[in-house]
């Protein structure tokens, strides 16, 4: 049976890319290496893909990217756009058994999403995007993997900290399955 894509849903990775390449662009923390970040877009990529799945996250990370590098440099870096669509997936994968549209966000689906979204980014950011930096643009190896090693730990720690929060409070605000009875 074949799932079509709610209008809701295209909504929400055209507003989702919107503000990716708004966080993405002004709400930045500079490492001091080159070229990377702490970010602020993946913790709100992850809360977006926990809500409307791995299909809009992959889309809202890569349509966001792509916005993101057009606005700021002017061309395209397509190995850390692709990434940004992976880990979007990923975090959609990571959050399917995860209820926060009806206000449940436990403890155990926290310590399971992080560990899931550690283990993506050290796969996309450690391997992947790296990987793809040397073939594609012939980067030299030891700086798109020092790159990779400071987007794994500032990426994990954001969406660990801020997307956690993000989620939570997001749950919070829904209400709780069941909790409403008829008079």
Sequence with gaps: MKKDISVKTIV??????????????F???PTGFPNTNLET???FLAL??????????????????????????????????ICSGIIGVIYGFAGRKIDI?????????????????????AVVWGLI????????????????????AIAIVTNSLSVG???TILMAAYAASRTKKGSLSKD
């Design 12 to 25: 929400a990775i055209g507003i989702g890319s919107a503000v990716f390449v708004i966080l993405g662009r």
């Design 27 to 29: 709400a930045v923390i």
């Design 41 to 43: 877009a993946y913790p």
């Design 48 to 81: 977006m893909s926990v809500i409307f799945g791995p299909v809009a996250g992959g889309l809202i990370g890569l349509i966001g990217h792509t916005l993101k590098d057009f606005t700021t440099y002017g061309t395209p870096w397509w190995s850390w756009i």
């Design 101 to 121: 549209q009806h206000g449940e966000f436990k403890k155990s689906d926290m310590i399971r999403f992080n560990i899931y979204q550690v283990i993506g980014h």
């Design 129 to 148: 995007a790296p990987t793809l930096d040397v073939l594609i643009y012939s980067e030299p190896a030891s700086k798109v993997y020092t790159q990779g």
């Design 161 to 163: 900290v801020i997307g």
